[in-house]
């Protein structure tokens, strides 16, 4: 449970936290305080990319989404008009909980396992300390004296094991769809298929009374969106090979994320915290990078590796540790270091690629991606005013908030020259980044009782101070 008291299963069999870390109340009561909307820009249009010639990053549309997205207005009448093509949408409104009885999937016959194989070592560790400690003194000496005879053929066997697991490391490698980084994958993406229908069935069964229906407003953009992101990404294999399913929770948490399936889950508490639909694209363009680079089979492959790797550490620590409390104390700080430097930084550094790969979905769509950053900046703020603790980052899955935004800063001009190539229109009004900033410092100023002189006249010049949702 991470610090927002949200959790959801991870196909590796750990708990993974929610894509958005921080408390959905602090940032409601943000809302509720009128400061929710820090972005005060003209309602920047995303348009349909309808030009022939098109980069080498970009896809030729099949069918005009139309002249523009509607602007994010949530409401739980509000309609949005319907001008885009189905894509690869599905809607499915059925509720599958009696799946056809099958044999499990690889992976989670490796779940189910996994604490057989930890007894089994605890109770190897345990065992031979017990035999050693019940051996003459003399016999104990003879053991010693045979190690250091038979030294080196003990070191061969050690070093043949080593090369055994340094072998199924780089034969198990393969490169990771766009990015083309070397990583490791022990479990295939058919097994991952099917261990996320089992997520997305406990899902559904979960919220199925939550579901917001299809002529809802908040239903109709997220749908608009994702459809707008597969079009313009379908000359990527792996988005168009995906059939992208809708399903909008009536939920408070601030949250979203797509199962390897194509199942997109979206809380209406993440629809409360974006300010326009521009953001809103990146982070959908972001979950969307997740499943389309498979990072849960390539984290559930690493955590695996690490986990048979594991064992032997932990059976010799059972075995050298002379008492049981020394023994768990040991085996204790083995999981906490397996976790901390390896596991949350592998985490993080799947979250920074699907940031990078989302920005290039975002902008092929002719999303405004100079929005991204200010989303981060936002949710910093939100955690400030509300003074909730920040944790280092190294003890998160997930970047913190100040260094997302800045690693974004970092790709937009990359992300901007994407957008150029897609022969997007060209971006008018003031930099999202540099009016969220202006409005901080308003904001400040008005908290600190520092007004300018005539401040009841608003200034056309200056970004307005009621930030209105759009």
């Not at 298929?193 to 939550?210: A, G, T």
């Not at 492959?301 to 540790?321: E, G, K, P, Q």
């Not at 900033?437 to 101070?465: C, F, H, I, M, Y």
């Amino acid at each position: 449970v991470n610090r927002d008291g949200c959790q959801r299963l991870d196909l590796s069999g750990n708990a993974r936290n929610c894509f958005l870390t921080g408390n959905p109340d602090s940032y409601r009561n943000f809302t509720g305080k009128g400061l929710r909307c820090l972005l005060d820009v003209p309602n920047t249009e995303v348009y349909r990319n309808a030009h022939h010639g098109l980069g080498r990053f970009c896809s030729q549309p099949s069918q005009p989404l139309g002249e523009k997205v509607p602007s994010l207005q949530i409401s739980s009448g509000g309609q949005l008009p319907r001008h885009f093509p189905a894509w690869n949408i599905q809607i499915i409104r059925s509720f599958h909980t009696s799946p056809s009885l099958q044999a499990a999937p690889v992976p989670l016959f490796w779940i189910i396992v996994k604490p057989a194989q930890k007894l089994f070592a605890i109770i190897l560790g345990r065992s031979i300390r017990k035999w050693w400690k019940a051996l003459p003194p003399n016999k104990r000496e003879l053991f010693k004296e045979s190690a250091r005879k038979n030294k080196w053929k003990i070191l061969l066997g050690v070093s043949s094991l080593g090369v055994v697991f340094v072998m199924f490391y780089f034969t198990h490698l393969e490169e990771t769809p766009i990015t083309g980084r070397a990583r490791l994958m022990v479990f295939g993406k058919e097994h991952f298929r099917e261990l996320s229908q089992m997520e997305y069935d406990m899902w559904m069964d979960l919220y199925k009374s939550q579901m917001l229906p299809e002529t809802d407003a908040g239903y109709q953009v997220v749908e608009t969106i994702v459809g707008h992101l597969s079009e313009s990404n379908k000359d990527i294999p792996q988005v168009s090979a995906l059939k992208w399913v809708i399903h909008v929770v009536d939920e408070p948490a601030v949250n979203a994320f797509v199962l390897p399936n194509g199942q997109v889950f979206v809380f209406t508490g993440l629809l409360d915290a974006v300010s326009d639909i521009h953001q809103l694209s990146f982070i959908l363009g972001h979950e969307i990078a997740h499943a389309v680079l498979e990072h849960a089979a390539e984290k559930a492959s690493l955590v695996h590796f690490l986990d048979f790797l594991s064992l032997i550490f932990l059976t010799m620590i059972w075995a050298i540790c002379p008492r049981d409390s020394l023994a768990v104390v040991g085996q204790w700080i083995q999981s906490k270091l397996q976790e901390f430097m390896f596991d949350r930084p592998y985490s993080r550094t799947l979250e920074a690629e699907a940031d990078k790969v989302g920005l290039q979905f975002a902008a092929k769509a002719c999303v405004d991606v100079r929005a991204s950053s200010v989303f981060w900046q936002q949710m910093e703020l939100a955690e400030t005013i509300e003074g909730q603790p920040k944790l280092p980052e190294w003890l998160s899955t997930h970047p913190s908030h100040e260094n997302r935004a800045e690693h974004l800063d970092r790709l937009i001009p990359e992300a901007l020259k994407i957008r150029e190539s897609c022969n997007c229109p060209s971006l008018s009004g003031p930099d999202p980044r540099l009016i969220f900033k202006l409005n901080v410092k308003r904001l400040l100023e008005l908290a600190e009782g520092r007004e300018a002189p005539n401040s009841t006249k608003q200034d056309p010049s200056k970004p307005k101070l009621d930030f209105p949702h759009t």
